[in-house]
């Protein structure tokens, strides 16, 4: 009779303890760098105009990173390198900073709360966010600007040593600056107010982009690169620009002040991922406030599901003109884009017009920045565009829901387009000129229209719900740029006639006749919409499943 062997007690090492610490030693870096490049594969399948819109965005930031490299390669020997590269190492840094947040990047790892349930330390994790940070299109265009500067700038065998350092660190220090700017807002940035910031973030940016327009003509006035020269001297001892101050300085000879820009470089870098390791471990280990539920929005006083819109008709059109404008109103993404749009195309003539290059005809900025808003309709619905997708049942269906939208944005974009085109006129005292640029911007945001219904049933891509500045789905982001540009080349030749005449009125000196262009644009205008709402409906009819599977992809 054999004795049973007893059982042996788990030793004080196995267990619980041993398994976190077994984690603990497991190199997450690889994995994070796997993980980015299986979302950019996911994101492609299943769709060949996707990958055509990929690959074709890529291609293009690749082409214009050879030239820009080049350009930058044919600066070596100028007296103003230097200058040019370190300022053009500030804006990148500021690209990089602000980018990410305030426009579409199809990234999902951008967004460290979908880890927060993970069993990873802070500091690993940071290390693997960096790492599988520099896959992707954006690190590819700043490595190459990053060779081009220091080809540039490196001199000698102490330039080439300082060069051979300074890429890497300034890639690495942008990429860094990114994610741990990402990371300390992210919270603000997935909650309501941090939806509603992305109006201010709109204006800023429409505000920021026409004073460096504003700048870069007053420097072109003013002589040269010789007036950034005392910007320069600030900006070479501001990291990540440090870097490349650093590859200039040796490069001269300098070796005493090389070597302090990079001990800042470097002392910069360290605690910026100090940083962000202390950001993502706050936000592992603190509460999500926009958990708590918030109130109910309250219900019309008379109860109606239309209260309020007595002037829409009381039918499908009424009621998707009223679906639309509510969007407008409630949707922080839909609001954030068209206050955008509103703001650029009053500023843009406005301020040429304080400069003194004002024109009337500024004022079609107006109605092509507008005239965007009619992209990706169905996309802007999200997932919910499945209950409109249900009241479709032909091609009839589909032109008075595309009608019906074309409506709601006209509603909205015709009489700001007068607005501002009245305001232009006022401004620069050309008041005979009125109607022909009025004319010309009803004729250019009707062709926009045509192409706008168009490129949303034949290129529909989702919004993502989770994210305040994410505004394509993984993978996508190549699709909506490309749609975006290309029905805006085709909407600049839909309306091309009616550019011409305007043109031949002006050089011709015959500004009695642009009146002409008022009622010409309107029937031109009106005539490309019907026609592109009239090509478009039945293809949103052929695809329907398809627009739906696209746009509930967020």
């Known amino acids: 009779m054999s004795t049973p062997t007893p059982t042996r007690a788990p030793s004080p090492a196995s267990g619980p303890a041993a398994s976190a610490s077994a984690a603990a030693d497991v190199n997450i870096t690889p994995i994070f760098v796997r993980l980015k490049l299986s979302l950019l594969r996911n994101g492609l399948k299943g769709s060949s105009k996707r990958k055509a819109a990929y690959f074709g965005a890529l291609a293009f930031a690749l082409v214009v990173a050879f030239f820009a490299t080049l350009g930058l390669a044919l600066l070596r020997g100028n007296a103003h390198a230097g200058t040019v590269v370190v300022l053009l190492a500030a804006v990148l840094a500021l690209g990089w900073t602000f980018v990410p947040l305030f426009f579409p990047t199809g990234d999902e790892t951008l967004d460290p709360s979908r880890l927060?349930?993970?069993?990873l330390r802070p500091r690993p994790l940071v290390r693997a966010l960096l790492a599988s940070s520099l896959v992707g299109i954006g690190p590819l265009?700043?490595?190459?600007?990053?060779?081009?500067?220091?080809?540039?700038l490196a001199r000698g065998a102490a330039g080439a040593a300082a060069?051979?350092?300074?890429?890497?660190?300034?890639?690495?220090?942008?990429?860094?600056?990114a994610r741990a700017v990402a990371t300390a807002n992210v919270r603000l940035l997935t909650s309501r107010k941090g939806r509603d910031l992305a109006l201010l973030s709109g204006l800023l940016i429409a505000i920021g982009a026409q004073v460096a327009n504003i700048a870069g003509q007053r420097l072109f006035e003013a002589g040269g690169l010789e007036q950034l020269e005392p910007a320069e001297a600030v900006v070479r001892w501001l990291p990540p620009a440090t870097a490349l101050g650093m590859v200039d300085s040796a490069s001269e000879g300098s070796y005493g002040t090389a070597a302090a820009q990079l001990l800042i470089t470097l002392a910069?870098?360290?605690?910026?991922?100090?940083?962000?390791e202390r950001s993502l471990t706050k936000l592992m280990v603190t509460p999500d406030g926009s958990t708590v539920a918030a109130a109910k929005d309250k219900k019309p006083a008379n109860g109606a599901a239309g209260g309020g819109w007595s002037l829409l008709p009381d039918?499908?059109?009424?009621?998707a003109i009223q679906r639309a404008l509510r969007y407008i109103v409630r949707d922080p993404k839909t609001k954030s884009a068209w206050v955008s749009a509103l703001a650029v195309g009053l500023i843009i003539p406005v301020a040429n017009a304080f400069q003194g290059s004002g024109s009337v005809y500024l004022a079609c900025f107006a109605s092509g920045m507008l005239g965007v808003q009619m992209y990706n309709q169905f996309g802007q619905d999200t997932s919910a565009f499945w209950m409109v997708a249900q009241t479709i049942g032909g091609a009839r269906d589909a032109y008075l829901e595309l009608r019906a939208r074309a409506l709601a944005l006209a509603l909205v974009t015709v009489p700001w387009t007068a607005l501002v085109a009245v305001v232009t006129a006022a401004l620069v005292d050309n008041w005979a000129g009125l109607p022909g640029a009025l004319g010309l911007a009803l004729a250019l945001l009707g062709s926009m229209l045509c192409t706008g219904a168009l490129a949303s049933a034949r290129f529909p891509y989702s919004i993502p719900t989770d994210g305040a500045f994410k505004n394509v789905a993984p993978g996508q982001g190549g699709l909506a740029w490309a749609g975006i540009f290309g029905g805006m080349l085709a909407s600049a030749l839909i309306c091309s006639p009616v550019i011409v005449l305007a043109i031949y009125f002006n050089v011709a000196d015959q500004q009695s006749l642009s009146w002409i262009l008022l009622p010409l644009g309107v029937a031109w205008g009106t005539l490309a919409t019907w026609a592109g709402l009239r090509l478009a409906a039945p293809t949103v009819a052929r695809k329907l499943p398809e627009i739906l599977l696209a746009v509930s992809k967020g």
């Open 116 to 119: 927060v349930m993970l069993p």
């Open 141 to 152: 265009f700043t490595l190459c600007l990053a060779i081009g500067s220091v080809i540039a």
């Open 163 to 177: 060069a051979v350092l300074a890429v890497p660190l300034l890639l690495l220090g942008c990429v860094a600056l």
């Open 268 to 276: 910069a870098l360290g605690l910026l991922l100090r940083f962000w």
């Open 315 to 319: 039918d499908r059109t009424g009621a």
